[in-house]
């Protein structure tokens, strides 16, 4: 009987026993198939995570940022131990005693199932485990990858620290609000770095692992304060906090950046504008896409803040007030639903689902605002942000639309969406009422950089970023009109002819494979010989037209191309007046030339660019500075600049042009407009049937151009002129930048030798001559410069038209000697032959 019972139990044990082995040798077998042709781990320790890309100001002030995640990197040792107890707590207790994975954890989870009969299915995955599902395998919910996922974590726990997985886990994991890793998610909830995190701040992150849209700060917030009492409860059993700071911490309310606790990081920056979004299009260009938005990068931009607001303040003011003069409300055309008006709440949120622009600043900032009741004499609204009180009602008087065509009923009704703005005083900057403002259909662009530098110091590229993200300043291709003509004329000045030659002023007819082109000055005058000067200073076309025929297309058109205006210049005549194509950005950077007496410089926004690690990937300036790193230096020694640029224009070649252009200012189509401390030059541009205005000016330092024109290409109108639109505008902003950049008088470069002359005959006039027509002229040194002769193009000219001779008296200037003598009149075609290429 004993050896049957024995018989029997050693059966029992060797059935056990086999059945061990076989089910050891199974999971062993399990075990090896799955741990084939697994990714590497190894990867893990060279992890560089997709980080923001970040661009500051030259004062370095953050003000703006990039990225695909949202992550800010924290190294383990910066990560607080707080933070680090707080995720231990709530995901992974035994994460400093386990290999990776944790048996306990993983039965229990499976008890929990099979009592459940599968409804209470639960993770049972280790930080570790977490780590490889986030970085090497995928996250279904399958046995496969359990099991992979064990393989991997016991290996890596070979290979890396525990510091290290858990650096990895707490920068990878998303955490809701596209935050990623814990810095990031420290600045989105609580505009607060990782060490200034109290218990229940950290335990609240280390709440959102799980599932962060289940766990939202705002609709979700008795569970996340459920969730976030039981990670402080964790905590304090692991032993990473007293129990009298535990009672402490669970009281504490559920503040967050998204219920209004604190104020947004994001708050504190500048609404994205054209600046910075150019750096993006650009950067992405050149690194790649992926690299710009994953890289980290730190960008450090060239803007001056207060001259990109007074910038987008100087073309703003002048947009509206293009527009207003047209007398036409269009509004938004958005609407919400007139049932909202009566409930505060529900209107409110209607509104602020409305996508209208929200970045404008004119004076004050624009408010969004909603029309509530339309009356006879006034008109209530709903202002965006704004309490109603009785000395600050929301209306607008009858007397605010005078400006536009129509009444309030036949422009208005409830529910439109509108923006509007205080009208305050100028004293005490005092409420005086609401005013409506729409964004104007007309468009346009200002830039300026520094002449020396390329620095683009603000770049504006239409009214609002939000209202449209097209950069006219360097995506829009319109015609420059005049704004072109001093690349013909450089081309002509290192041709020999000089700022006296004489060229004439009379009709053309040019045979084309459109028909007949007769071109004429904007006056529909003529003018006879007229000096060079003279022709750049009122921005003649004929003249302009017939000297390029002179010098030639192809020559003017190289110099386009050398100064960066086009890639390839199509050398047509029409083109002699700006015909073809072009960026403000291009001819901004091309009149620095002129600026700069001649040396090629290229415009950025950008002044470096370091990687991740700190290290410089992109500086623009190319000089060098010999001796700045010396510790000592001999006596009379200095540090000193060394530039090796290269030379696009002769030196006495933009001195010419650029005292021609003075003229412009000074007496030219510019006159009205351009009033500054400093010397300017400049010149207007105008296109047929003012479809484009111009005007791009200098001053010693600074280059500024602006443009306006519909982004549909149409007139703005008889009368609309470079000099009267955008002259306004480059008048505002450089009143600003003078203050700052100052500015004095054109350097005069070696080689220049001056002769006075009288600007409207080109007559030579004596050293010591005086008087409104007289101009110090720059001529080269070593050349006998040839007066009287006169270029006519080579096309024929009749006796049939009306010669405009307003000037062609006499002019009085003043001797050496004190006298005063007559200078003879203005030579007629009487006096002159037709002439030819001299």
């Known amino acids: 009987m004993i050896r049957f019972v024995f018989s029997i139990f050693g059966g029992i044990f060797s059935v056990i026993t086999l059945g061990a082995m076989m089910v050891g040798i ?35 002030r953050i003000i703006d940022e990039f990225a695909r995640e949202r992550r800010l990197f924290a190294p383990a040792d910066e990560i607080p131990p707080l933070v680090k107890q707080a995720f231990i707590s709530a995901e992974d207790k035994n994460f400093y005693v386990h290999d990776g994975y944790d048996v306990r954890g993983i039965a229990s989870a499976a008890v929990d199932a099979v009592r459940s009969r599968g409804s209470n299915v639960r993770g049972a995955s280790t930080i570790t485990q977490q780590v ?128 209004g606790d604190f104020e947004s990081f994001q708050s504190a920056l500048p609404p994205r504008d054209y600046f910075t979004d150019e750096i993006r ?39 509206e007030q293009y527009d207003r003069g047209l007398r036409t409300w269009r509004g938004t055309g958005k609407t919400i639903p007139a049932e909202t008006l009566g409930d505060e709440a529900a209107w409110r949120e209607a509104l602020s689902d409305v996508n209208v622009p929200r970045d404008i600043v004119l004076e ?81 662009a200002f830039m300026a950089m520094d002449v020396n530098t390329g620095r683009v110091i603000a770049m504006q590229g239409g009214f609002s970023y939000q209202h449209s993200v097209f950069n006219r300043a360097t995506q829009a291709k319109r015609q420059p009109g005049s704004a072109y003509k001093p690349f013909v004329y450089a081309a002509a000045l ?17 045979n084309t494979p459109q028909g007949l082109w007769r071109p004429k000055n904007s006056s529909n005058k003529f003018y006879g010989p007229t000096p060079l000067r003279t022709g750049i200073e009122q921005s003649r076309n004929l003249m302009t037209i017939r000297l390029a025929e002179e010098v030639g297309m192809r020559t003017v058109g190289s ?56 290290k410089t990937v992109y500086r623009h300036d190319p000089r060098t500075c010999v001796n700045c790193d010396a510790p000592a230096l001999d006596e009379g020694r200095g540090p000193r600049i060394v530039s090796q640029r290269e030379r696009v224009m002769d030196p006495v070649t933009a001195y010419q042009l650029t005292s021609m252009m003075e003229g412009v200012v000074e007496r030219g189509t510019a006159k009205r407009a351009i009033n500054l401390s400093v010397p300017i030059a400049g010149k207007t541009g105008t296109t047929n049937d003012s479809k484009d205005v111009w005007f791009v000016g200098f001053s010693s330092n600074i280059v500024a151009g602006c443009y306006i024109g519909f982004d549909d290409p149409s007139s703005l109108g008889k009368g609309a002129s470079g000099g009267g639109m955008c002259g306004p505008v ?85 001797t050496t000697t004190g006298k005063t003598v007559k200078v003879g009149p203005k030579a007629s075609f009487g006096t002159l032959s037709s002439g030819g290429l001299f």
């Open 364 to 444: 004050n900032p624009w408010k969004v605002a909603v029309v509530r009741e339309v009356g006879d004499r006034q008109m209530r609204l709903g202002i965006e942000g704004v309490e109603e009180t009785e000395a600050r009602p929301s209306v607008v008087p009858r007397k605010d639309i005078e400006w536009m065509r129509g009444s309030f009923v036949d422009n208005f009704k409830p529910g439109d969406v509108v923006h509007v703005r205080a009208m305050t005083a100028d004293a005490d900057g005092s409420f005086i009422r609401w005013t409506l403002r729409q964004v104007p259909e007309v468009q346009g």
């Open 132 to 259: 490889m599902k986030n970085f090497l395998l995928s996250g279904d919910r399958r046995a496969e990858r359990k099991i992979k996922e064990i393989i991997l974590a016991s290996r890596v726990e070979e290979t890396l620290s525990k510091d290290q997985i858990l650096e990895l886990y707490l920068n990878e994991i998303f955490l809701g609000q596209n935050s990623y890793g814990v810095a990031a998610a420290s600045q989105t909830y609580f505009n607060k770095p990782l060490s200034d995190l109290k218990p229940h701040e950290a335990a609240f992150l280390a709440s959102l692992p799980k599932a962060p849209s289940q766990y939202h700060p705002v609709r979700q917030v008795e569970r996340l304060r459920n969730r976030r009492n039981f990670v402080l409860k964790e905590m304090k059993e692991n032993g990473y906090i007293s129990e009298a700071v535990y009672e402490t911490e669970v009281e504490m309310p559920v503040r967050s950046v998204q219920n």
């Open 26 to 60: 199974t999971i062993g077998a399990v075990f090896w198939m799955y741990s084939q042709d697994l990714p590497s781990h190894e990867s893990l320790a060279s992890y560089k995570p997709p980080t923001i890309s970040r661009i500051y100001s030259a004062e370095g």
């Open 559 to 614: 110099y386009a191309e050398r100064f960066g205006v086009y890639d390839t210049a199509v050398p047509v005549l029409a083109n002699a007046l700006g015909a073809q194509e072009t960026t403000l950005y291009k001819m901004v950077a091309a009149y620095a030339m002129f600026a700069n007496g001649g040396e090629r410089v290229e415009p950025t926004l950008v002044d470096r660019v370091q990687d991740r690690y700190g």
């Open 281 to 319: 299009r650009q950067l992405s260009r050149e690194f790649g896409e992926g690299e710009f938005f994953t890289g980290g990068m730190t960008v450090r931009a060239t803007i001056d803040p207060e001259m990109q607001l007074s910038a987008a303040d100087a073309l703003r003011r002048q947009l």
């Open 730 to 814: 480059f008048q505002r902003f450089m009143a600003d930048a003078v203050k700052v950049y100052g500015g004095g008088a054109f350097e005069v470069p070696e080689g220049c030798e001056f002769i006075n002359i009288d600007r409207f005959t080109g007559a030579r006039l004596s050293d010591g001559a005086k008087g409104e027509n007289v101009v110090a002229e720059c001529f080269r040194e070593g050349e006998t410069p040839v007066f009287g002769i006169t270029f006519d193009g080579g096309f024929a000219m009749g006796s049939n038209f009306d010669l405009f001779n307003s000037d062609t008296a006499a002019t009085t200037v003043t």
């Open 494 to 510: 290192d041709s020999g002819y000089t700022p006296a030659t004489i060229v004439v002023d009379a009709p053309i007819e040019i």
